[in-house]
T-cell receptor
Framework: DTGVSQNPRHKITKRGQNVTFRCDPI?????LYWYRQTLGQGPEFLTY????????KSRLLSDRFSAERPKGSFSTLEIQRTEQGDSAMYLC??????????????FGNGTRLTVT | DQQVKQNSPSLSVQEGRISILNCDYT??????FLWYKKYPAEGPTFLIS?????DKNEDGRFTVFLNKSAKHLSLHIVPSQPGDSAVYFC??????????????FGKGTSLLVTP
């Protein structure tokens, strides 16, 4: 499977615990995005990386959230001191920034987080 | 601030008929528009896109129309098939500037195609 891979698929945690999700991109894709989707909403942009550099963060990304992409390959998204409002589907998407901007984002199947 | 709006939460169409999904946007800087399809427990899957220099793009049974003056786009599916039943998201982005090409999504329209 050469698509975007996300692990785990599901995570249930108690309020106050820390959680970490992983995204493995399509190998030649140099841009990696994290999105969050809650019930009844479309995906909302959180942050993105160009290779290993984190270039933009949404205001949705509070200081409890941190993302990394060491060596420009896989990425991790960590949420510290989880709150019930963090319950959502966390989606990773990747693309290649080439000569044409007409390249769609390719999404993984997401990690569903439930904070109890 | 919802910059991409899908005002119909759901749509039901008979198999073989045309499905028309609508989307409106408010940001005049958007220059690239996409439709994604999403099944439960899966991530969104890219369906079709259109750049602002065009007003129509067709791919098999799927056609996207863009009306820039009205800031409106639509997705036509002809003929509709039961396997098309899914949630459809409209998305838009602005290439210029420091937005990082991040996609802005609508809330989605749930399409049900009945036999």
């Amino acid at each position: 499977d050469t698509g975007v891979s996300q692990n785990p698929r599901h995570k249930i945690t108690k309020r106050g615990q820390n959680v970490t999700f992983r995204c493995d991109p399509i190998s030649e894709h140099n841009r990696l995005y994290w999105y969050r989707q809650t019930l009844g909403q479309g995906p909302e942009f959180l942050t993105y990386f160009q290779n290993e550099a984190q270039l933009e963060k949404s205001r949705l990304l509070s200081d409890r959230f941190s993302a990394e992409r060491p060596k420009g390959s896989f990425s991790t998204l960590e949420i510290q001191r989880t709150e019930q409002g963090d319950s959502a589907m966390y989606l990773c998407a990747t693309m290649t920034l080439g000569s044409s901007y007409n390249s769609p984002l390719h999404f993984g199947n997401g990690t569903r987080l439930t904070v109890t | 601030d919802q910059q991409v709006k899908q005002n119909s939460p759901s749509l039901s169409v008979q198999e073989g008929r045309i499905s028309i999904l609508n989307c409106d946007y408010t940001n005049s800087m958007f220059d690239y528009f996409l439709w994604y399809k999403k099944y439960p427990a899966e991530g969104p899957t890219f369906l079709i896109s259109i750049s602002s220099i065009k007003d129509k793009n067709e791919d098999g049974r799927f056609t996207v129309f863009l009306n820039k003056s009205a800031k409106h786009l639509s997705l036509h599916i002809v003929p509709s098939q039961p396997g098309d039943s899914a949630v459809y998201f409209c998305a838009a982005s602005a290439w210029a500037g420091g937005s990082g090409y991040a996609l802005n999504f609508g809330k989605g329209t749930s399409l049900l195609v009945t036999p």
